[in-house]
T-cell receptor, first 117, second 114 residues
Framework: DTEVTQTPKHLVMGMTNKKSLKCEQH?????MYWYKQKAKKPPELMFV???????INESVPSRFSPECPNSSLLNLHLHALQPEDSALYLC????????????????FGPGTRLTVL | AQSVAQPEDQVNVAEGNPLTVKCTYS??????LFWYVQYPNRGLQFLLK??????LVKGSYGFEAEFNKSQTSFHLKKPSALVSDSALYFC????????????FGAGTQVVVTP
């Protein structure tokens, strides 16, 4: 299985709602990522998990809260979002580094299209 | 610090003609270079990577890329473009000590006309 899946595909929420995005992979990857992507722009890194521990937080507002319950799952909890948070949210995974091999490509899911009203 | 530049916002090419998408990079150490393609409302798909070895790297869907250290470039090429190659292409670089962090280029929209 060489696929990263994300649910839901689309999400519309109000600024007072609480929702969660889910990501799953069964490739045995121990690094998982959340990205935010605006239309026609490159993905912006939000969070990186390594062996289920948060290793990189790119100064993301606290209204975004990541969670990695196990090695296959990654969640992004959303609360009190702003309209400017509307974007495509991408999950990715890669092999963890071993012996200094840092070149492993990231495999991306199809994304969740989020609209904040 | 690492950075990557894609100098063209859009590349237009007729079907059957060669396709080139340009990418230049800047890193302080050895670069690991990647190309991804994104179709509308989809995630990024990995095309190919350069780590070490041969400067010409072959990837998926008939794409290849040439690593040029002296020009710090990693241009993506396809000998004969298809209409279905129309998509957004991203070059990415990762430095040896920056695990977890890709630096993506701004992206190049490729339009292949029949």
């Amino acid at each position: 299985d060489t696929e990263v899946t994300q649910t839901p595909k689309h999400l519309v929420m109000g600024m007072t709602n609480k929702k969660s995005l889910k990501c799953e992979q069964h490739m045995g990857h121990r690094a998982m990522y959340w990205y935010k992507q605006k239309a026609k722009k490159p993905p912006e890194l939000m969070f990186v998990y390594s062996y289920e521990k948060l290793s990189i937080n790119e100064s993301v507002p606290s209204r975004f809260s990541p969670e990695c319950p196990n090695s296959s799952l990654l969640n992004l909890h959303l609360h009190a979002l702003q309209p400017e948070d509307s974007a495509l949210y991408l999950c990715a995974s890669s092999q963890e580094r071993t012996s200094g091999r840092l070149h492993n490509e990231q495999f991306f899911g199809p994304g969740t299209r989020l609209t904040v009203l | 610090a690492q950075s990557v530049a894609q100098p063209e916002d859009q590349v237009n090419v007729a079907e059957g003609n060669p396709l080139t998408v340009k990418c230049t990079y800047s890193v302080s150490g050895n670069p690991y270079l990647f190309w991804y393609v994104q179709y509308p409302n989809r995630g990024l798909q990995f095309l190919l990577k350069y780590i070490t070895g041969d400067n010409l790297v072959k990837g998926s869907y008939g794409f290849e890329a040439e690593f040029n250290k002296s020009q710090t470039s990693f241009h993506l090429k396809k000998p004969s473009a298809l209409v279905s190659d129309s998509a957004l292409y991203f070059c990415a670089v990762r430095e040896t000590d920056s695990w977890g962090k890709f630096q993506f280029g701004a992206g190049t929209q490729v339009v292949v006309t029949p």
